[in-house]
């Protein structure tokens, strides 16, 4: 077009209002018609300065030279004595670009695509893009399976020669996916290949699924996947030969024809390494796992490269390159492997920076740093720097990138940055849960100040305790990782409002605690602690609790230390979607104390994920809670329970296990429960993705099958619904639950039924809870 309208303006040139016949100096130069565009880029590109003699073959070159810059849309010259005259009209620039009615595709998705084509915000207004604007954006939907997707594009006038861009879009509905026909297939059936495909055919359970949704990525990588299913079977000369995709003329249904040569089975004859690698020669082959006569397996050979170039990434070549050459014998059908390695120049880390931590402090970010500066870059201790700080909590995203030094081919600089997130609360607080009524006055921050250090100083009441604590974590007390912290409360419990037996304590302590890493998912804690606990009867009391009355006492001093091994892969703080969670613990009471008793805990939770976006997760938690030295029944207020959102989800907070015994006549309609020394509890979670809500990363849903129990080793006659541990007494439930992130905390609900459970078991159908997540 641009060259088309210089053609046209040039072939006119003997028409302009000056005499190209004769030559004169130029004196002087006249610009008008400039608005944005400065005069002196204009004289920039110009081929002629003050003082040159203008001749006619000048004119062309000056309104070439002028038109190139791709700023103007009209150029006309003119003469007055021995002054040029320039006369521009400026392309104006996009200043908006407003798109409405598109949900399957993204509105950045859409602004990206459009950038890539030269159209953005502060570009330069070209008709000829301009045409092509509603083609590029239906070339996206097109992609997606929307072939029916229709865009209709407005330019508006603005001020200050700017334009406004109107993009409305009709999506239409998404082409289905009818039917995906192999051909040339003998060796595998069309049902074991298309159960490989992520592209399905459309049935009944597609509204579900969303399975026959086409789209031209998903075709991409299902080619790829059939191409891996042959080779990974030694038929190393399989060929996709065609991939035909057929549209009905109402644009409504897909048809996908795919043709292939199977080809025949080879082995590997033999298996070389080659490269220039100035490293061990042997250590590098003894990552090669391809095994010599047998079946050429492709996967075995992206494995080993793979190895190869882990690897060396680690010792600091980053670009290295590690490809496999493959020579054929199609009369013994065999093949030759050669692994070539380039290993490239060796890098090292300049200087390592943050951004978007505008709260929290470097030295935060910069001691989880597994990667230092002036050491050759590895990879691996890059993602493991980006793990760690992930594992922080304080970021809802943390990415990196390497940078060139300029001048320096052999340095990089490293970049992370990080997206902070709330990660505490100050002020007061309100919920409603299993055990009623709580409101709070508090200040607790994971990243205090931005320090990276935990505290938290509250004041709560609620039906069942009135608590006044103050906690306080340094992670890093010491440079090697080692933290310290320290706290104190005050208590007064009900236990009758907590759905457990009625009875009163009164405590207040103190602890000191410990954390030493081990290694990067490893750490060892200790706790000491001192405690003062009262306990108060009344004539709810169950007869349990006066029996531990009368045989332990009332006041008891308690001096007691904690060991605690933790095990941590998980891949986030919050919602994980892969990894696991692993830790013991065991209390013991020290000597001083007048009551002896011990504490063991195991909770673990692991994360799988599952195709179509599912995320497979269990957990368990097993209590045992035991006496020594003269003391004959443990504190009812150590005691274990289980029943709720945070253990059985379908069961009445608490309300497992065994149950009170009133020896003062009090019969209520429901015994309440006195927990046990013994508890397992656990549950499996099908974790589906609500993609339809407007934020699906803080909303998630789940399938669920929970069970578990309180037990005792020392059933009284007189005691109900009291069992030694006996799996089949186990309780169970089955249902759905939702938790959602919100700025109280998360907000969970559950919808369950129970079964194998007991008449003096109390059951919730529908049940929530703030503060809960599973």
Request: charged share 25%; aromatic share 12%; hydrophobic share 35%.
């Amino acid at each position: 077009m641009k060259a088309k309208l210089i053609f046209i303006f040039i072939l006119f040139l003997p028409n302009l209002s000056f005499s190209q016949s004769e030559s004169w100096v130029l004196e002087d130069i006249r610009v008008t018609g400039l608005q944005r565009v400065s005069a002196g880029s204009v004289f920039a590109v110009m081929p002629v300065n003050i003082g040159d003699l203008i001749t006619e073959d000048l004119y062309k070159e000056i309104v070439v030279s002028i038109f190139e810059t791709g700023k103007f849309d009209d150029v006309k010259l003119g003469r007055d004595g021995n002054a040029l005259l320039i006369d521009l009209d400026e392309r104006p620039t996009i200043d908006e670009i407003v798109i409405e009615g598109n949900q399957a595709i993204p509105t950045d998705a859409l602004l990206d695509g459009l950038k890539n084509s030269g159209i953005f915000k502060g570009a330069l207004y070209k008709r000829a893009v301009f045409e092509s604007l509603s083609v590029e954006l239906e070339r996206q939907y097109a992609a997606q399976g929307k072939y029916s997707a229709n865009v209709d594009v407005i330019a508006d006038d603005l001020p200050k020669n700017r334009i406004k861009l109107s993009v409305k879009i009709e999506e239409g509905a998404s082409a289905s996916l009818i039917k995906i026909n192999i051909v040339g297939n003998t060796i595998l059936t069309d049902e074991e290949i298309l159960d490989e495909f992520k592209l399905k055919e459309k049935n009944w359970l597609s509204v579900f699924t969303r399975g026959s949704g086409y789209s031209r990525e998903n075709l991409k990588g299902d080619l790829e996947t059939l191409e891996s299913i042959y080779k990974n079977r030694g038929y190393l000369k399989f060929e996709i030969l065609s991939s035909m995709v057929t549209i009905s003329k109402d644009k409504k249904n897909i048809y996908l024809t795919i043709t292939i040569n199977e080809g025949e089975v080879f082995n590997v004859s033999e298996v070389r390494l080659a490269g220039d690698l100035d490293i061990a020669d042997e250590l590098v082959s003894n990552l090669i796992t391809i095994p010599i006569n047998e079946i050429y397996i492709e996967a075995y050979v992206k494995f080993s490269e793979d190895r190869i170039k882990s690897f060396l990434e680690s010792l600091g070549f980053t670009n290295a390159e590690v490809s496999t050459s493959k020579v054929i014998n199609d009369e013994n059908k065999t093949v030759k492997l050669t692994v070539f390695v380039d290993k490239g120049q060796r890098t090292m880390v300049n200087k390592i920076s943050f951004e978007g931590n505008d709260r929290t402090h470097d030295i935060v970010l910069r001691r989880e740093m597994r990667q230092m500066e002036k050491s050759w870059v590895s990879n691996n201790l890059l993602e493991t720097s980006k793990l760690r700080l992930d594992r922080l909590g304080f970021f809802k995203k943390v990415d990196y990138e390497k940078k060139a030094v300029p001048g320096s081919p052999d340095e990089v600089d490293v970049i992370f940055s990080v997206d902070e997130q709330y990660s505490g609360s100050i002020g007061g607080s309100i919920g409603y849960g299993a055990y009623g009524l709580s409101l709070g006055a508090n200040y607790s921050e994971k990243n205090a100040f931005g320090t990276g250090n935990s505290v938290s100083v509250g004041i709560s009441y609620s039906e069942w305790r009135q608590d006044v604590s103050f906690n306080f974590f340094d992670p890093y007390f010491t440079i090697d990782g080692i933290g310290l912290g320290y706290g104190a409360f005050y208590r007064k419990t009900d236990y009758g409002n907590f759905n457990i037996a009625a009875y009163n304590t009164d405590s207040y302590g103190g602890n000191v605690s410990f954390q030493l890493p081990i290694s990067e998912i490893e750490r060892l804690g200790f706790n000491l602690s001192i405690d003062n606990t009262q306990i108060k009867t009344n004539a709810f009391s169950s007869r349990q609790l006066v029996d531990f009355y009368n045989s332990e006492g009332f006041d008891f001093n308690t001096y007691s230390g904690t060991v605690t091994w933790s095990q941590i892969t998980l891949d986030r703080g919050l919602f994980p979607t892969n990894g696991m969670s692993n830790q013991l613990s065991l209390t013991l009471t020290l000597p001083g104390s007048n009551i002896n008793y011990g504490r063991f805990n195991h909770d673990f939770k692991i994360f799988r994920p599952l195709p179509l976006n599912l995320i497979f997760s269990y957990r368990s938690r097993i209590g045992i809670l035991f006496t020594y030295d003269d003391t004959e029944t443990a504190p009812p207020y150590q005691h274990f329970y289980a029943g709720g959102m945070r253990s059985v989800r379908g069961f009445k907070q608490n309300y497992l296990g065994p149950k009170a015994i009133y020896s003062s006549g009090y019969s209520p309609r429901y015994a309440r429960p006195i927990g046990g020394p013994y508890s397992i509890s656990g549950g499996f979670d099908l974790i589906i993705p609500l993609d339809f809500v407007p934020d699906p990363r803080s909303v998630r849903g789940s399938v669920f099958l929970d069970y578990g129990n309180v037990f005792s080793d020392g059933c009284r006659a007189y005691e109900t619904n009291c069992y030694e541990f006996d799996l089949s007494e186990l309780r169970y439930s089955i249902g759905v639950g939702v938790t959602w992130i919100t700025a109280l905390g998360p907000l969970s609900f559950a919808l369950a039924s129970v079964f194998n459970d007991s008449p003096a078991d109390r059951t919730e159908t529908f049940q929530f809870e703030i503060g809960t997540q599973f």
